[in-house]
């Protein structure tokens, strides 16, 4: 099924959304950098490292400061040049998810991933102007460190799984899922740093720059209840484009965990 929406400019063409179901094989393997989100943990690419076979891309997570017991960095600006140095490995594309997807674009505000195609699987980008949460977390002191104690309470995260997830983690799968927003020192920096204000900045460089947003294409999934789609149609009407759009059926938010085979063949199929 393709949905279709009318162009920017208002002229009679449309935009096609491809609905992906089963992926192409081809023959080679792919380097893909990984920019995960808020908490990120080794263990939601272990099911990746274990399902990878021969063909399919190989991904290797970029080390953010202040998570897992890294040192934090002292600004967003030195936390994005600790980023710039781990991004410049050989690769053939970037993928980002979550408030990955800011970072990726800070990060491409300031000149890097330029020259590498970009995913942007269900981003927090423009739909940060209206989100409660981040702002709760800004106005109230101490709440960021808080939610990071709540995230060990066994009866929040039974909820979380069952509202976020599309399919059953393994019991050590989620310990390790939520130690790593327990571990997460960057926690609180991100809703300090990743704010309006930065998605004025990012406005305006792309404004004088508008190239830096070429190649990058947006990843959704149907079943996706942290990120929705409305978040792709304010950041397309904040920057004054319409990105590519690959809508997947059956996946929620973290297809990564549920099903990495299947994201694996993905990846491979797009990069084919």
Not at 55 to 65: D, F, G, K, R, T
Not at 190 to 202: K, Q, V, Y
């Amino acid at each position: 099924m393709n949905a279709h929406h009318p162009h920017r400019d208002g002229s009679s063409g449309f935009r096609r959304v491809e609905v992906v179901s089963e992926p192409r094989r081809r023959q080679r393997s792919p380097r893909v950098l990984f920019l995960g989100g808020n908490g990120h943990a080794s263990v939601r690419l272990d099911g990746v490292r274990q399902s990878w076979s021969e063909s399919q891309p190989v991904v290797q997570a970029i080390p953010y400061p202040g998570f897992e017991g890294r040192p934090r960095a002292r600004s967003f600006d030195e936390f994005l040049t600790e980023l710039a140095r781990s991004a410049h490995r050989r690769c053939d594309a970037i993928y980002a998810t979550g408030i990955g997807g800011t970072l990726a674009l800070a990060l491409r505000a300031e000149g890097h991933l330029r020259k590498r195609p970009l995913i942007l699987q269900a981003p927090v980008l423009w739909g940060l102007e209206d989100r409660r949460f981040p702002r709760i977390m800004r106005a109230i002191p101490g709440s960021a460190a808080m939610l990071r104690r709540l995230f060990r309470v066994p009866a929040i995260q039974r909820r979380f799984l069952g509202k976020y997830f599309t399919r059953p983690v393994a019991p050590a799968v989620a310990t390790e899922f939520f130690d790593g927003y327990a571990r997460c020192d960057a926690f609180a920096d991100f809703f300090e740093w990743i704010t309006p204000a930065l998605l004025r900045r990012l406005e305006e460089r792309f404004a004088a720059e508008p190239e830096a947003l070429a190649d990058i294409t947006m990843w959704w999934g149907e079943k996706d209840k942290v990120v929705g789609l409305e978040e792709l149609r304010r950041t397309e009407d904040a920057l004054g484009v319409e990105f590519p759009l690959r809508l997947f059926p059956a996946w929620g938010h973290y297809p990564m965990m549920e099903d990495p085979a299947g994201w694996l063949d993905a990846l491979a199929d797009a990069l084919a």
